[in-house]
């Protein structure tokens, strides 16, 4: 496949050409399951979308029963800044229903698949996205990232995903999972390719009141993989990840030495907080987002007896069951009598969170860590929606402290089944964080 970079030099006759290639190839593996569908959006470089992104006249679900029949009015800002730039929307990417997982497999369009492994899955909740760059069916793609929805599925599939610090990108367009995590971000084979997507969708917004408002130089034209940096490791932080993972950060970590990074052992907070923080933070978040789906203004309408019959029957049969589970705990926490006790009890561990960041960053330039517990499980193997939560212990921090962190490739276990870290950067810092992360890149020369 080639890459981004490459494919915006082609010129019209050949993307035409490379398009219908790329089509034929999706339809030759529809087992996968990584798309939903493909639709073609003006003359530029193919990116895959993930369903949960506008994109005027398509059909835009978030991989959900209860948006069926709904058709998009307008563009997303993203689509509207890769247009400028010379890309075309060029198919849905299969997700976990409104965001809301970690293996894809909650989608109203059935599992996606792990190219690496057809047995495993392929993470969540944009594995439709991981999927399609993975096999080789996108270029590039977008995803969004909640609690790590772009870096574990990344890692899962052995690409390079990578999540903006919060603001830096536009929500504008994209289906809410709780407003104050999502954000949009690229999905690729390789760090220059992420350097190069991201440049093209972010900057400020007047249409997102979360956009930042501050200056932005480009990224992908300043990449410095000789820069050397003060990297933070976290030793105790990996103590409860597999041997495959723990192997994989040691063999890393002497990587880096090698490159000639500077190496401080640094401590975070128990993740046991990070993950009670997230779950009543995005819950509660979700309650209110969703409940816009009424049956009434617009998707799949259940009619009842009356008004009430009918708003209930929408959800009960739109909505699938994590969806309902998460739409029931946020609804818990924030009800009378709770709301103290666990909503405004997140929001304080949150700013300690923020604050242990920021004590590490007053003495680094970046902290690897792992992007999961494990690799990519097998179906069936997370047995309960806990388990589920758990996996992503090493990724929500990020989310809840709006700094931008980057999946990377690099190893993988003895069958085949690839090893993602991820490297996170003080705010509105992506240059450190993409120079950091090209390091690692060449000096690892992972192959997948």
Not at 33 to 59: C, L, T
Not at 200 to 224: F, R
Not at 289 to 300: Q, T
Request: charged share 25%.
């Amino acid at each position: 496949m080639i890459t981004l970079k490459e494919a915006l030099s082609l010129s019209k006759d050949e993307l035409k050409k490379f398009k219908d290639e790329l089509k034929a190839k999706i339809e030759a593996d529809l087992e996968l399951n990584a798309y939903i569908d493909v639709n073609n959006v003006g003359e530029g470089v193919p990116i895959a979308v993930k369903d949960n992104i506008q994109v005027k006249d398509w059909s835009v679900t978030s991989g959900s029963n209860i948006l069926q029949g709904y058709i998009s009015p307008y563009n997303a800002t993203v689509i509207e800044k890769m247009l400028l730039a010379g890309l075309s929307p060029f198919g849905r990417t299969n997700m976990d229903e409104f965001a809301m997982g970690s293996t894809t497999e909650s989608s109203f369009y059935g599992k996606t698949l792990n190219p690496k492994n057809r047995d495993c899955v392929p993470g969540g909740s944009s594995g439709g996205s991981a999927a399609a760059v993975a096999a080789g069916l996108a270029i590039a793609a977008l995803g969004s990232d909640t609690g790590g929805s772009i870096r574990q599925p990344a890692a899962f599939c052995g690409i390079v995903g990578m999540k903006p610090t919060y603001g830096r990108v536009s929500r504008y367009g994209l289906g809410a999972y709780a407003s104050s995590l999502d954000q949009i971000g690229p999905m690729t084979q390789n760090v220059e390719d992420a350097a190069i997507l991201y440049d093209i969708i972010c900057g400020h917004d007047e249409k997102d009141s979360t956009s930042a408002d501050i200056a932005y130089e480009k990224v992908s034209d300043k990449l410095n993989s000789e820069r050397k940096l003060r990297i933070a490791v976290l030793p105790e932080y990996v103590k409860d990840a597999s041997e495959d993972i723990q192997k994989a950060y040691a063999d890393t970590i002497e990587a880096l030495k090698v490159a000639g990074h500077t190496i401080v052992e640094k401590e975070m907070m128990n993740p046991k907080y990070d993950i009670s923080a997230y779950y009543i933070t995005a819950t509660a978040e979700a309650t209110t987002n969703l409940a816009r789906y009424d049956g009434i203004r617009y998707g799949n309408r259940k009619v009842g007896k009356n008004l009430e019959e009918t708003f209930i029957k929408t959800r009960s049969e739109g909505f699938g069951d994590e969806v309902k589970r998460r739409i029931m705990l946020g609804n818990f926490v924030l009800s009378s009598g709770y709301y103290d006790a666990y909503y405004v009890k997140a929001q304080k561990v949150r700013h300690l969170i923020k604050d242990n960041y920021a004590k590490i960053f007053e003495d680094v330039d970046l902290i690897l860590s792992p992007v999961a517990p494990t690799v990519a499980n097998k179906f069936g193997e997370l047995s309960s929606p806990i388990e589920m939560y758990l996996s992503d212990i090493y990724t929500i921090s990020v989310n809840l402290a709006g700094l931008p962190a980057i999946s990377v490739p690099v190893a993988k276990t003895q069958n085949g089944m690839p090893i993602g870290l991820q490297l996170i950067a003080k705010a509105y810092d992506e240059q450190t964080l993409f120079d950091g992360a090209l390091s690692l890149e060449k000096q690892i020369n992972h192959k997948n």
